[in-house]
Protein backbone atom coordinates (compact mmCIF):
# COMPACT_ATOMS: atom_id res chain seq x y z
CA UNK A 1 0.00 0.00 0.00
CA UNK A 2 1.52 2.97 -1.11
CA UNK A 3 1.58 6.31 1.11
CA UNK A 4 3.26 9.71 1.33
CA UNK A 5 5.09 10.88 4.29
CA UNK A 6 4.39 13.99 5.85
CA UNK A 7 6.40 15.23 8.77
CA UNK A 8 7.99 18.14 10.69
CA UNK A 9 4.63 19.22 12.43
CA UNK A 10 5.38 20.62 15.76
CA UNK A 11 4.29 23.43 18.32
CA UNK A 12 4.96 26.83 17.76
CA UNK A 13 3.90 30.39 19.26
CA UNK A 14 1.39 32.65 16.88
CA UNK A 15 3.91 34.85 14.18
CA UNK A 16 6.47 31.50 14.12
CA UNK A 17 7.41 29.35 11.32
CA UNK A 18 7.39 25.71 10.13
CA UNK A 19 9.01 23.60 7.36
CA UNK A 20 7.16 20.59 6.71
CA UNK A 21 8.55 17.96 4.47
CA UNK A 22 6.50 15.18 2.19
CA UNK A 23 8.39 11.96 1.00
CA UNK A 24 7.35 9.84 -1.35
CA UNK A 25 8.30 6.78 -3.59
CA UNK A 26 9.62 7.80 -7.10
CA UNK A 27 7.35 5.29 -8.85
CA UNK A 28 4.16 7.43 -7.61
CA UNK A 29 5.50 11.32 -7.38
CA UNK A 30 7.43 11.16 -10.49
CA UNK A 31 6.16 13.40 -13.20
CA UNK A 32 3.37 13.99 -11.15
CA UNK A 33 1.97 17.69 -9.28
CA UNK A 34 2.23 17.05 -5.39
CA UNK A 35 -0.16 18.89 -3.02
CA UNK A 36 -0.92 19.79 0.59
CA UNK A 37 -4.15 19.88 2.28
CA UNK A 38 -4.85 20.17 5.94
CA UNK A 39 -7.98 19.15 8.10
CA UNK A 40 -8.92 21.01 11.50
CA UNK A 41 -11.32 18.79 14.49
CA UNK A 42 -14.75 19.19 13.15
CA UNK A 43 -13.67 20.89 9.48
CA UNK A 44 -13.63 19.50 5.96
CA UNK A 45 -10.05 18.89 4.76
CA UNK A 46 -8.43 21.77 3.33
CA UNK A 47 -6.36 22.70 0.20
CA UNK A 48 -3.44 24.47 0.96
CA UNK A 49 -0.74 24.19 -1.93
CA UNK A 50 -0.24 22.26 -4.94
CA UNK A 51 3.05 22.24 -6.93
CA UNK A 52 3.83 20.51 -10.36
CA UNK A 53 6.09 17.90 -11.11
CA UNK A 54 8.91 20.22 -12.90
CA UNK A 55 8.35 22.49 -9.84
CA UNK A 56 8.31 25.70 -11.85
CA UNK A 57 3.77 26.25 -11.25
CA UNK A 58 2.35 26.49 -7.83
CA UNK A 59 -0.88 26.99 -6.09
CA UNK A 60 -2.19 28.21 -2.86
CA UNK A 61 -5.27 28.48 -0.93
CA UNK A 62 -6.87 32.08 -0.05
CA UNK A 63 -6.12 31.73 3.75
CA UNK A 64 -2.20 30.89 3.43
CA UNK A 65 -1.25 32.63 0.02
CA UNK A 66 1.54 35.05 1.13
CA UNK A 67 2.33 33.30 4.05
CA UNK A 68 3.38 29.67 2.66
CA UNK A 69 5.92 28.49 -0.13
CA UNK A 70 5.56 25.33 -1.64
CA UNK A 71 8.76 23.58 -3.33
CA UNK A 72 10.13 20.11 -4.48
CA UNK A 73 13.78 18.74 -5.01
CA UNK A 74 12.42 15.69 -7.19
CA UNK A 75 16.12 14.04 -6.85
CA UNK A 76 14.97 13.40 -3.36
CA UNK A 77 11.50 12.51 -3.59
CA UNK A 78 10.53 15.26 -1.40
CA UNK A 79 7.95 18.13 -1.33
CA UNK A 80 8.46 20.69 1.64
CA UNK A 81 5.92 23.36 2.91
CA UNK A 82 7.55 26.59 4.57
CA UNK A 83 4.87 28.13 6.76
CA UNK A 84 5.27 31.85 7.84
CA UNK A 85 3.95 34.08 10.07
CA UNK A 86 2.07 31.33 11.58
CA UNK A 87 -1.70 31.90 12.95
CA UNK A 88 -3.41 29.54 15.43
CA UNK A 89 -6.30 29.26 12.82
CA UNK A 90 -3.52 27.14 11.03
CA UNK A 91 -3.44 24.54 13.63
CA UNK A 92 -4.36 21.47 11.84
CA UNK A 93 -3.04 17.80 10.63
CA UNK A 94 -1.23 18.68 7.28
CA UNK A 95 -1.15 15.74 4.66
CA UNK A 96 0.12 15.11 0.94
CA UNK A 97 -0.53 13.43 -1.75
CA UNK A 98 -0.03 12.80 -5.24
CA UNK A 99 -2.34 14.95 -7.61
CA UNK A 100 -3.75 12.34 -10.26
CA UNK A 101 -6.32 14.45 -12.48
CA UNK A 102 -8.75 17.52 -11.96
CA UNK A 103 -8.76 20.88 -9.98
CA UNK A 104 -5.84 21.26 -8.02
CA UNK A 105 -8.07 22.24 -4.87
CA UNK A 106 -10.02 19.20 -5.17
CA UNK A 107 -8.87 17.22 -2.45
CA UNK A 108 -11.13 14.36 -4.85
CA UNK A 109 -8.06 14.65 -7.48
CA UNK A 110 -5.71 12.93 -5.24
CA UNK A 111 -4.40 9.47 -4.39
CA UNK A 112 -1.68 8.30 -1.87
CA UNK A 113 -2.74 10.33 0.87
CA UNK A 114 -0.29 9.90 4.09
CA UNK A 115 -0.83 10.06 7.86
CA UNK A 116 -0.36 13.71 8.19
CA UNK A 117 1.68 15.77 10.88
CA UNK A 118 0.21 17.65 13.43
CA UNK A 119 0.96 21.69 13.73
CA UNK A 120 -0.27 23.39 16.34
CA UNK A 121 -0.02 27.10 16.61
CA UNK A 122 -0.74 28.80 20.43
CA UNK A 123 -1.81 32.05 20.92
Known amino acids: HVQLQAFGGGSVQAGGFLRLSCTAP????????VGWFRQAPGKEREFVAAINWRGSNTYYGDAVKGRVTISRDNAKSTVYLQMNSLEPEDTAVYYCAVHVAGTYSDASSYRYWGQGTLVTVSS
Open 26 to 33: KRTSSNSA
